[in-house]
């Protein structure tokens, strides 16, 4: 049938949304499915900052990627990087174009919401042995608990030996949870608000029972919890105080819907873009300008401390580049980063049907439409936006276009309804052309996050085209 004037009309006119699985071929979905089964080991063995960092640094190296301090001088077509104190990744491959004509950058974070030990975590009471903790980014506290945990990290004692600490993910490992109140005796908490339902010192995590066989001795649980770890690592009670032991769910990463279209994890805020970049960065061999992947910590708490996006450590790893290609002099370093342009690849918010009301339908992100542009982030009138320029935002959408690649533009919820914000900021504001380009994620914060894995691998394509251009 001939298609009427209007219909003509509105295909020319129109933006219409719909989603990247429409019409897609059998190999592309068989493409996608394959990259997200990579992209769901890749969430099992890593939950925390510090496994992030270990696995970047192996996927690096096998990709032909040599530790920048090893490295005397650099052309184009070398690969190098930076593990940052064992917690942030910095990653370059050296492009043709002169370093000072710009860089390609990409960036995003390793750490992810989650409940940290206290530096005296352990106690006993009433019987039972719990550990303290105080908890890490934005949660919501009354999802943790009541949930399968682990414990993740390392103790680092004084005589500078530092023992790694991974329980709960074998299946012979015991796991730890934290206790919630049963529905028979919750009548005064029930009536409390969500938010104040669960109090930060209520995330106790239980962690024994068994009292040490002595009958002379006070706090035996206690006592026999410290021989248990004694035996394990050689540690006392005071080597808690200089530990970094993160506490995670221990839910592995699945599969999502009886059509395997979407992924549930821990963590994809802001693995999910992490991979990407780390993926899309490999791949490369040749390119045009030096493409630079970004993995910081603490973006979750505000991108603060040495191993945070604010860390000098970054604008040290571009000069390293310069002084190593020789291509270092007054003001490179500066020049070289106001002219480059960067993808801030952080996750945002899809729309949830369930609580549509947050959002502004016409300007959400929808989940398997593909990577979400947002222009801008923030919160009540554009308040801590870097806010890419009009300009910048043509030139990302010209490459994805050039490169028939699906991806939406969104704000994040309605005007005044809250907000959030990402990394885009303190690169823009060292004079590079930033915008933010994630994967939507539906129950972001939450110990079970979901992406679409239409998105997850349209990620991978997306980055690799921005550091092609
Ligand atoms: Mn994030
Ligand atoms: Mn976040």
Known sequence: MEKTNGEKLREKLFDVKHSGFENISDEKKERIFDFCNEYISFLNSCKTERECALFSEKLLKDNGFENIENVKSLKPGDKVYYINRKKAVYAAVIGNAMLEEGLNLIGAHIDSPRLDLKPNP??????????????????????????PLVIKGVIAKSNGEVVNVNIGEGMEDPIFTITDLLPHLAAKQEKKSLGDGIAGEDLNILVGSMPYNDEKVSEKVKLNILNILNNKYGITEKDFISAELEVVPAFPARSLGFDGSMVAAYGQD????????????????????????LLADKEEIGSVGNTGMYSANFEVFIANILDKAGQNGHNVLEKTLCNSKMLSSD????????????????????????????????????????????????????????????????????VDEGGGGTIAYILANKGIDVIDCGVPVLSMHAPYEVTSKFDIYNAYEVYKAFYQD
């Open 270 to 293: 802001d693995r999910s873009c992490a991979y990407a970049t780390l993926r899309a960065l490999i791949s490369l061999d040749n390119p045009c300008r030096t493409s630079i992947a």
């Open 347 to 414: 996750v945002t918010s899809a729309a949830d049907p369930t609580y549509a009301d947050v959002d502004d339908k016409y300007n959400a992100a929808y989940l398997g439409h593909g990577i979400a542009l947002c222009k801008y982030t923030g919160s009540r009138g554009k308040g801590g936006a870097s806010d890419a320029n009009a300009e910048f935002v043509a030139k990302v959408r010209h490459i994805l276009d050039k490169n028939n690649l699906t991806y939406q533009m969104a704000d994040m919820g309605k």
């Open 122 to 147: 352990l106690y006993e009471t009433d019987g039972l042995a719990l550990l303290k903790t105080h908890y890490y980014g934005g949660i919501k506290k009354y999802q943790w608990t009541a949930i």
